[in-house]
């Protein structure tokens, strides 16, 4: 089961990585503190959860939330950067390449998690999908690479520390406290001088920008309600490691709007690049088949 919404969780957020490409690129979203504190005020709306299981977890389950919010802050914010500096499919696939990688050593060391033999065969699959993705010349700018492999690290302690969450706590309540706690940790990037205009101008924009917004959001809401879900149920290194759906569901999705808006979201597709992220579809689809099938 843990499978099925691990497949949806990663097509919504597909969705709302092309979005975001595509706010930046259009200026409708200038700094990324902007977006993360929108984006974290947004996940407040889990709230409406709340009656059907949200207390007070204890000392030690509310500390492992606000570890669990700060990295997802962080996260965020440097995927963010990123996002600024490459284009939508290499800098998704580079954190996703690497975040898997973390996780399973922060899993390993953390909370004691390990593959069986089939489990660790279909992990190498999808990780190596998603390096062939991010591979050749054209990639990604080094500061790009900086960032976004500080995001996929931050991401990975995020993914870590919420299996724990879940694994002490209920998981709604759980889900509620480490979006409070993201939040509380956004709110310092207000002191950025350039945040709250920045804030402002995404709500002035045309009303296309703002209803694409809006649905992007929405879009990155469900993905992080179910991959959580996902967390919850299954094993958070082969959850994070199937991160690659995610940049074919984007991949697909991009070259079917590439055709209109070539310049919007600026990807390569040159035979030989074209080739090599055919080639990582078919690692990743054949590592989803071992856990699908084996």
């Not at 957020?13 to 977006?35: G, Q």
């Not at 950067?81 to 050593?105: D, H, M, N």
């Not at 919420?162 to 709110?187: D, H, M, Y």
Request: net charge positive; with cysteine.
């Amino acid at each position: 089961m843990w499978l099925i919404w691990t497949v949806i969780a990663y097509f919504f957020n597909a969705i709302a990585v092309l979005i975001d490409k595509s706010l930046f690129y259009t200026k409708t979203v200038t700094k990324p503190a902007a977006y993360v504190i929108t984006i974290c005020t947004l996940g407040l709306l889990v709230f409406i959860l709340a009656p059907w299981g949200f207390y007070f977890p204890g000392v030690w389950p509310w500390f492992l939330s606000l570890a669990a919010g700060l990295c997802f802050t962080i996260a965020l914010w440097l995927l963010f950067i990123s996002l600024q500096k490459g284009e939508a499919s290499r800098v998704t696939s580079f954190i996703g390449a690497w975040s898997p990688i973390f996780v399973l050593i922060a899993s390993y060391f953390l909370i004691n998690e390990s593959l069986s033999r089939y489990e660790i065969m279909a992990f190498a699959f999808l990780v190596l999908g998603g390096f062939l993705i991010v591979s050749g010349r054209g990639g990604l700018s080094n500061h790009a690479k900086y960032t976004a492999l500080a995001s996929a690290l931050s991401f990975a302690l995020f993914y870590t520390l919420s299996k724990q969450v879940f694994a002490v706590t209920e998981f709604i309540n759980g889900l509620i406290w480490i979006r409070i706690a993201a939040f509380a940790f956004a709110l310092p990037l207000l002191f950025i001088p350039s945040t709250i205009p920045a804030i402002k101008q995404s709500f002035s924009t045309k009303p296309a920008a703002k209803f694409a917004f809006v649905c992007g959001q929405i879009s990155a809401a469900l993905s992080a309600l179910v991959v959580n879900y996902a967390i919850s149920l299954g094993s958070v290194s082969l959850v994070n490691a199937l991160q690659g759906l995610q940049y074919v569901f984007l991949l697909f999705l991009v070259m079917m709007f590439s055709w209109k808006w070539p310049k919007l979201l600026s990807e390569e597709f040159s035979g030989s690049v074209l080739a090599r992220k055919l080639t990582a579809i078919i690692f990743i689809g054949g590592g989803l088949s071992i856990l699908a099938f084996v």
